[in-house]
């Protein structure tokens, strides 16, 4: 087993054995001899949830010895910048304005409308002429999930 898979699978169970099901794994980065490890809930991600889960990846690096002696951990929730990898992050996120880009590069920006297990929803607004009239309506997209594809909230201050 490749040990981004080891360490899923440990950081899985124990969410389940510290009755945290609100949480689970976006992703696990190996880079050399730097763990990264992104985190997500159904609620929100707090500092004391992050440590723990440090705490028991540590433990098992520290024993396998698989990383050897010298390496980075860090362990936190994937934030605003990171895109949108797992059904849960898009059930979680909607009502939220995101912009998409899609594998040839274009974007649509508009709200996050709907997700479920195979696909989500973007709703956004377009104008078209008719005639002298601008007419506005509301579209909504649908886009199975897809590696390639980006979604990211849009920060709004």
Known sequence: MVLEQQIKQIVEEFFQQSERNDCFVVDVILKLNKLEIFIDSDNAVDFEICKKVSRE???FLDESKMLGEDYLLEV???????????ARQFIKNIGR?????????SKVKGI?????ENNFQITNTISRKE????????QTLTFPYNEDRKVIINIKF
Request: overall charge positive.
């Open 131 to 138: 005639g002298k009239k601008k007419i506005t309506e509301q």
């Open 76 to 86: 936190s929730s994937p934030g605003l910048s990171r895109p949108l990898k797992l």
């Open 97 to 105: 304005e995101v912009t998409l880009t899609d594998t040839d590069k």
């Open 112 to 116: 996050l409308s709907g997700a479920d």
């Open 57 to 59: 990846v540590e433990k």
